[in-house]
């Protein structure tokens, strides 16, 4: 069995031998991980495979196996959120995109590393360590869904749901060369997913070709009424996959190509526009003037939005608990110690930026900034039908590099999070490599206009090797 | 630019206990935090209104009917602390 398979392999696959084989072999390549992408690997997902195969199954992805980043909650298996404080929890209930997934047929393999409450952007910041990048292994898969990432790129999964808050998504699939998309906000139900910011995130897939991730939105996307922010848009994903770019008009913003960038990423970018235009779309410079005040507001509303979802985490129903005195003692020494440093950092930063006196100076304006960062995005994409951009001004650092200036770290969201204030989609595909390390080209669309982006994403792949390439170190 | 005093109070705030060691520490790396914040000032948006979330949604609604929920025996599940299909937590003061 090859170890890199698109879903439409793996189903044939399990046709030809069985559902157990094909979730035995991802059992057996993930038992020699290199990568560390997994926190936890299910103990049923045999057993759940050998049922589908003595049952049958019916559903679009029966007995395909599939990855679950640590946020998502998944009966049985714990759900710890990369965190100490959530050590022996299990849900007792499943996510709404896991109902969905289960009734697919999929097979669950285990969760994935991530950052800590996905707060981070090189999954460094997990309380069960770092998780490799599988094209270097002394390097970053980028985060918070690294886990998710790197297990796609390694070959230990087809393909994986991650969680995408200001880039978590798309950072890790540019720097594993898979493909990862934030969906438009409210077309995925976030019901059971832990929250860290709520008006931002979406649950998000990660797989190697934009196929893939159409087959999977096919299945989690849609309404449901357990979370309020859910939109029907009833989108029929797999149905964008058109080989055709022809006449479709392309904006490349300029703030997206700042200071600080790649040459290489800048060029591999660049190529990847030219491509298009020799496919028929054509493209022109657009202006963001307020993408460079987008990473501030980002930061400052994550942090509000954190410090308040986090409050729930106080050793009182789950998780861990560290004895006090009295009720007071007990939360706050529960929470000193089962929090890890940039968790702690950034609930601080958010009861700050929310308490008597500096609510109006740093949250609401940053939720004013929001509004001209959303205005700035409306105004483009109205003389356009996409955005094209870097999705990571460069590739993976080295574990540890930046770890230790919480500065550094947030400046390398510069491109993603824009993104997730405007709630727009957004999908990062491979677009080449420098020096042996991947580089993902970012497009962006209109509110529920995923079918031109992927459409546009898909043409690229048909058009192009980038996707084909695998890490040497893993191989 | 926040002191000690700040971090101890945002700490008490958060109901996370900081370390006297630790308050220095915060105070440097929240304080970076904050000095790259401070670019918003320089953006005007006295006529802006705040976005607190992109859907176009406002009020949902559903019907008043009991639906179905957790067994209580599976929400204690989680802990060693309980009593009397209860969570027990150590006295408030």
């Known amino acids: 069995m090859a170890k890199w398979m698109s879903v439409a392999q793996v189903k044939e696959k399990i046709i030809e031998d069985s559902a157990e084989e094909v979730t035995a072999r991802y059992l057996e390549v993930i038992g020699k991980s290199k990568v560390n992408g997994y926190t936890k690997v299910s103990e049923k997902a045999l057993e759940h495979a050998r049922r589908i195969d003595s049952e049958g199954h019916d559903g679009p992805l029966a007995g395909v196996p599939i990855a679950i980043k640590d946020n998502i909650s998944v009966v049985g298996l714990p759900n710890s959120c990369g965190s100490k404080i959530l050590e022996g929890y299990v849900p007792p209930f499943n996510a709404h995109v896991i109902e969905k997934l289960l009734s697919a047929g ?53 393909f994986a749901l991650g969680s995408d808050t200001g880039g978590s998504v798309r950072c890790p699939a540019a720097f594993c060369g898979v493909v990862g998309l934030k969906p438009t906000y409210g077309a995925v139900s976030r019901y059971g997913v832990v929250a860290y910011a709520n008006s931002l995130e979406q649950v998000g897939p990660l797989a190697n070709n934009v196929a893939d991730i159409a087959i999977l939105m096919d299945v989690i996307a849609g309404y449901d009424g357990r979370d309020s922010t859910s939109i029907d848009s009833k989108i029929e994903y797999q149905k964008a996959l058109v080989d055709d770019v022809k006449g479709l008009k392309i904006g490349v913003p300029k703030e997206f190509f700042g200071e600080g960038i790649h040459p290489d990423v800048e060029k591999a970018v660049w190529n990847a526009i030219h491509k298009y235009e020799s496919l028929g779309a054509t493209w022109e410079e657009v202006s963001m003037p307020n993408i460079k005040y987008a990473l501030a507001s980002y930061y400052i509303i994550a942090m509000s939005e954190a410090s308040s979802n986090l409050a729930r985490f106080d050793g009182t129903r789950y998780g861990f608990r560290e004895s006090g005195e009295n009720w007071h003692a007990m939360v706050s020494k529960t929470r000193a110690e089962g929090f890890g440093t940039e968790v702690k950092r950034r609930i601080l930063l958010g009861t700050y930026a929310l308490s008597a006196g500096y609510h109006d100076k740093y949250y609401l304006k940053a939720l004013k900034v929001r509004t001209l960062v959303k205005q700035d995005f409306d105004k483009a994409l109205a003389k356009v039908d996409l955005l094209m951009a870097p999705t990571m001004p460069n590739p993976a650092f080295k574990i540890g590099e930046k770890i230790e200036d919480p500065l550094t770290l947030y400046l390398s969201d510069v491109n993603t999070c824009p993104i997730n204030l405007a709630g727009v989609p957004s999908v990062s595909v491979p677009c080449g490599l420098t020096d042996g390390l991947p580089i993902g080209l970012q497009i962006m669309g209109k509110p529920f206009d995923e079918p031109t982006v992927l459409r546009a994403a898909y043409t690229f792949e048909q058009n192009t090797d980038y996707h084909t390439k695998r890490p040497p170190e893993v191989a | 630019m926040i002191t000690k005093e700040d971090v101890e109070h945002i700490g008490w705030l958060a109901r996370i206990e900081i370390s006297e060691q630790e308050t220095v520490e915060y105070m440097e790396k929240l304080n970076s935090v904050l000095e790259y914040f401070g670019q918003l000032d320089e953006l005007p948006t006295e006529d802006v209104v705040p976005t607190y979330h992109v859907a176009e949604i406002y009020n949902v609604f559903r019907e008043d009917i009991v639906e179905e929920c957790l067994p209580q025996e599976t929400v204690l599940a989680n802990t060693e602390y309980k009593q009397d299909g209860t969570f027990r937590v150590p006295k408030i003061g």
């Open chain 1, 106 to 158: 999929a097979v669950i393999l285990g969760k994935t590393n991530m950052d800590e409450f996905a707060m981070g952007s090189s999954t460094e910041t997990s309380y069960f360590g770092p998780t490799a990048n599988p094209w270097d292994l002394e390097r970053v898969p980028g985060g918070s869904s690294g886990g998710s990432a790197a297990v796609v790129a390694a070959g230990e999964a087809p």
